[in-house]
T-cell receptor
């Protein structure tokens, strides 16, 4: 299957700082990428849909000013958690859409905000 | 919007037995139904998928069935092995929009 990378895999930061997470499709172009958040033992919660060259579409209840998404190229989307707080600690997973149908997931980023 | 329900939330079987996970969806426009397996701390991996023009698909020990009329689809794992233990997610999708079920934690006891 297609390969999606995500960086960093783990990050620990102080409350109030911003954290950037990168998601890359390595062997295909993805006009659409998705960002999910996953709490322990729970399902994937869609945060936003990232479309190359346009603004991201955020799910209800997700603060767009707090979770900044940039999809500057067909292979890269970034999620920036601004002014992170302990409640933002979670597992963030991106996915890239291939041929407008199949999603391939990145390995995830575990964020811990102290 | 689409709503996907998945049952059961946990499933424990003996090695060698079969496991069945069921999902229902609400949006008749959904036409693509993948299943993902997620091991602890890892990314979800696509294990099998089915499109709305097909009623059943099989890949070795894994099979998926789809009933479009009833809007439900199921994952069947036969001859389960301990390495099948993981969380399984179903999803229903139309173009650029995929919704996941809540997941089923499958435990296969040796």
């Amino acid at each position: 299957g297609a390969v999606v990378s995500q960086h960093p895999s783990r990050v620990i930061c102080k409350s109030g700082t911003s954290v950037k997470i990168e998601c890359r499709s390595l062997d295909f172009q993805a006009t659409t990428m998705f960002w999910y958040r996953q709490f322990p033992k729970q399902s994937l919660m869609l945060m936003a849909t990232s479309n190359e060259g346009s603004k991201a579409t955020y799910e209800q209840g997700v603060e767009k000013d707090k979770f900044l998404i940039n999809h500057a190229s067909l292979t890269l989307s970034t999620l920036t958690v601004t002014s992170a707080h302990p409640e933002d600690s979670s597992f963030y997973i991106c996915s890239a859409l291939q041929l407008r149908e199949t999603q391939y997931f990145g390995p995830g980023t575990r964020l811990l905000v102290l | 919007g689409e709503n996907v329900e998945q049952h059961p939330s946990t499933l424990s079987v003996q090695e060698g037995d079969s496991a069945v996970i069921k999902c229902t969806y609400s949006d008749s426009a959904s036409n693509y139904f993948p299943w993902y397996k997620q091991e602890l701390g890892k990314r979800p991996q696509l294990i099998i998928d089915i499109r709305s023009n097909v009623g059943e698909k099989k890949d070795q020990r894994i099979a998926v069935t789809l009933n479009k009329t009833a809007k439900h689809f199921s994952l069947h794992i036969t001859e389960t092995q301990p390495e099948d233990s993981a969380v399984y997610f179903c999803a229903a999708s139309k173009i650029d929009d995929m919704r996941f079920g809540a997941g089923t934690r499958l435990t296969v006891k040796p």
